[in-house]
């Protein structure tokens, strides 16, 4: 693990194990710690304004990592519709035909890495090697909530009704950001998720969402 | 009590101290751009400092108190009708305030004794423009209900937002610096404020600063204040609806202390880094 310096009021660890170290610092419960938050690779710590940073680094050296069972609990499993817009075209990208796609995507066991992009978007590791196709070249202005998709390495639900530029596989009717909820996000880091394949003829109501334009990232 | 909207001006938001603590589910922190400028206001009109009131881009704003009402402004410089700057006004029942275009500076905030009482989101008042959580920035016709507060006015006069024509802000290098062949043209040029700055984000445009790798940096963790740069170069200061992960490298973080300073750069305008030591 490495430390490095975030203003004068962060710390970034860089880690191989993002969400484990990020629960570990969470149950350090130092009232000087507001803000843990893992990326790809790292964990962001931020404190109060005024704390001696430089102090925190020893006792973030000598944490202490959760084994991965005691992070998550059972996986949660999401229904999915697989009749995504871009069906079509992860099959064409991996030589695989639809049911194929669809029976690597279900068949793989999922941990939420980080949560960005927007409220509740969680960054889905996990996703087999054979379907990690690039992005779109040109993003959807609108993509509904419950929209089940993949780019890269990750997979992912839009948690709401936002642009984005992931393949489209399929839907489901899961909530996964509700303000009124405590927490507002189903999926936390170190969250397991399945997906399961399900016929419906009913479409999934897509609340109205709001523009993003979040910098550096695409979702 | 109800303040009503009569010209909300180019960009009026309901602001407070935003929402810590939900970064690693998505949140922005959100929160009033310049905070020291709001917690100022609210400490004038005898509010908690995170109460919520009224963020002004570019002033222009127009307010009814359909009962009287102590305010207090601050921040960016306008001229108002009735009242003055950086101490508690009394507004008569029925009176409409207006407010100018500022001199310098961006933002001017306007507290309102008792806070403005919109319905809170994860804790906030704030309207936060990158993930549309909050209330809708305010539009003509609006009415906002007013908190209550029984704590005394204790401040009467306080120094505000100091305009400043070419400021220098204090960085500290990282987390990214090893991105970069240097830092010097951060330390050394002067950058002109983008007219593509909003409370996301001060775009600079100026010398770029150049890459010394190749390749993407895995999405990590964002602070307010990191100087954020894009592939062309040119550093994007983070203010308070920044995004709350991202995939280019920060080259250096605005001190916690000239944050604010930085939420009041105004398009056009020329600002300096300088680069300080770790304290």
């Known amino acids: 693990m490495r430390i490095r310096r975030a203003g004068d009021a962060a710390l970034l660890i860089e880690t191989e194990a993002p ?11 130092l009232p000087e710690i507001v803000g843990v938050v893992p990326g790809a690779r790292t964990v962001l710590v931020t404190v109060r304004p005024g704390t001696a940073v430089d102090r925190l680094g020893p006792l973030l050296d000598d944490l202490r990592l959760p084994e991965l069972d ?6 949660l499993c999401f229904p999915v519709v697989y009749d995504g817009a871009d069906l079509d075209e992860v099959a064409a990208l991996t030589g695989l035909s639809r049911d194929a796609v669809v029976a690597r995507h279900v068949s793989a066991e999922y941990v939420v890495a980080y949560l960005g992009f927007s409220p509740g978007f969680g960054y889905l590791t996990g996703l087999d090697e054979t379907l990690h196709v690039p992005r779109r070249d040109s993003p959807r202005t609108a993509v509904p909530a419950g929209s089940v998709a993949i780019a890269g390495p990750y997979g992912a639900v839009y948690p709401t009704a936002s642009p984005g530029g992931w393949r489209l ?7 996964l950001w509700d303000v009124d909820r405590d927490p507002p996000s189903l999926l936390q880091p170190g969250t397991r998720v399945r997906f399961a394949a399900e016929r419906a003829e009913v479409r999934a109501v897509t609340p109205a969402g709001s523009g993003r334009a979040a910098a550096g990232e695409v979702g | 009590m109800t303040i009503e909207v009569l010209r909300p001006g180019p960009l009026c938001t309901v602001q407070d101290l935003g929402r810590p603590g939900y970064a690693h589910l998505g949140v922005p922190h959100s929160g009033a751009a310049d905070a020291a400028s709001l917690r100022l206001a609210n400490r004038l009109v005898g509010n908690p400092e995170d109460a919520a009131g009224l963020e002004l881009t570019f002033g222009g704003a127009a307010l009814r108190f359909h009962a009287p009402a102590w305010i207090a402004v601050t921040g960016a410089p306008v001229r108002m009708t009735p009242g003055g700057m950086n101490a508690p006004c009394h507004v008569p029942a029925g009176a409409t305030v ?3 275009v500022p001199s310098a500076g961006v933002r001017t905030y306007v507290a309102v004794r008792g806070g403005v009482d919109v319905p809170p989101v994860l804790g906030s008042r704030s309207t936060d423009l990158l993930s549309g959580l909050g209330p809708d920035p305010l539009r003509a016709g609006d009415r906002l209900a007013v908190g209550r507060t029984s704590e005394p006015i204790i401040v009467d006069c306080a120094p505000g937002y100091q305009p ?9 290098a990282g987390p990214r610096d090893d991105w970069f ?14 007219a593509h700055s909003n409370r996301i984000g001060v775009r600079l445009e100026g010398r770029p600063l150049v890459r010394r790798r ?23 200061i983070f203010l308070a609806d920044h995004p709350t992960t ?3 490298p920060v080259a250096a973080v605005v001190t916690t202390a000239d944050l604010s300073r930085a939420a009041q750069l105004r398009p056009g305008q020329r600002v300096r880094f300088r680069l300080i030591a770790r304290s």
């Open chain 1, 169 to 175: 596989l399929g839907r489901t009717t899961m909530t």
């Open chain 2, 98 to 100: 207006e407010f100018g």
């Open chain 2, 181 to 194: 062949e240097s830092l010097e043209p951060l330390a050394r040029g002067s950058y002109e404020v983008s």
């Open chain 2, 246 to 248: 991202g995939g280019y």
């Open chain 2, 164 to 172: 400043e024509d070419e400021p220098v802000l204090r960085v500290l």
């Open chain 1, 19 to 29: 969400h484990r170290v990020h629960a570990a610092v969470r149950a350090l419960a």
């Open chain 1, 70 to 75: 005691q992070v998550a609990a059972e996986p």
């Open chain 2, 214 to 236: 190749a390749g993407e940096l895995p999405s990590e963790g964002m602070v307010v204040g990191a100087l954020q740069v894009p592939p062309n170069g040119l550093p994007i």
